[in-house]
């Protein structure tokens, strides 16, 4: 059974940094292209950050360019999303998301999914 499982999330002042993880688990992942996505309240899922099963092709959406970092360990399974200076404009649920194709990119349809992990910045 194929489970991805995000964990990280908290509260967080404007200006402060958190590490999510995402672990998956039932199959290997290592060629996978790995996402986030996050979702705010009243808003649609949007992309925040790709990379590719290589690692080398990444994305990040505008909003986050400069401020995130995403990553990933192929041994663990894992990918990272590491957000610094984080603005009250982030808080959001954040999804992990990996899938096997990138002939579109960044692939915005995904067959895996985590299910959440919140992250709220106060200001």
């Known amino acids: 059974q194929v489970q991805l499982v995000e964990s990280g999330g908290g509260l967080v002042q404007a200006g402060g940094s958190l590490r999510l993880s995402c672990a998956a688990s039932g199959r290997t992942f290592s060629t996978y292209v790995k996402a986030w996505f996050r979702q705010a309240p009243g808003k649609e899922r949007d992309i925040v950050a790709v990379?590719?099963?290589?690692?080398?092709?990444?994305y990040y959406s505008d909003s986050v360019k400069g401020r995130f970092t995403i990553s990933r360990d192929n041994v663990k399974n894992t990918v990272y999303l590491q957000m610094n200076s984080l603005k009250p404009e982030d808080t959001a649920v954040y999804y992990c998301?990996?899938?096997?194709?990138?002939?579109?990119?960044?692939?915005?349809?995904?067959?895996?999914w985590g299910q959440g992990t919140q992250v709220t910045v106060s200001s």
């Open positions: 990379i590719s099963g290589g690692g080398v092709r990444i």
């Open positions: 998301a990996m899938d096997p194709n990138d002939s579109r990119w960044p692939p915005r349809d995904y067959d895996y």
